[in-house]
Nanobody, 123 residues
Framework: LQLVESGGGLVQPGGSLRLSCAVP????????IGWFRQAPGKEREGVSCITISGRRTNYADAVKGRFAISRDNAKNTVYLQLNSLKPDDTAVYYC?????????????????WGQGTQVTVSS
């Protein structure tokens, strides 16, 4: 399963970005999706996740109220809307696929990973 992230870039504090995680072919509906991020010198951390049905989502405390995850299974794409961005949000953002209906922060639970997209928040 190939995951392709896009939408990263350079944005000023307080700005917004929308990240996309695309899956070629009609297979996304078998997978729950997580978004993770890794800043320089830090461990990879969970940001948000969404189950196959989309009925359950979860957010890290650091992004609650600012980020929103959604999915469009017909378009084989999961989105992460990033609002009110802060310099601490600067990181490489990865999407990952977990086979089945679940929302987990455990990196080991995810079967497939994308290559990452860089988000830089700076004035």
């Amino acid at each position: 399963l190939q995951l392709v992230e896009s939408g990263g870039g350079l944005v000023q504090p307080g700005g917004s970005l929308r990240l996309s995680c695309a899956v070629p072919g009609p297979t996304l509906h078998y997978y729950s999706i997580g978004w993770f991020r890794q800043a320089p010198g830090k461990e990879r951390e969970g940001v948000s996740c969404i189950t196959i049905s989309g009925r359950r989502t979860n957010y890290a405390d650091a992004v609650k109220g600012r980020f929103a995850i959604s999915r469009d299974n017909a378009k084989n794409t999961v989105y992460l809307q990033l609002n009110s961005l802060k310099p601490d949000d600067t990181a490489v953002y990865y999407c990952a696929a977990y086979y089945g209906e679940g929302c987990t922060w455990s990196i080991a639970d995810y079967d497939y990973w994308g290559q990452g997209t860089q988000v830089t928040v700076s004035s």
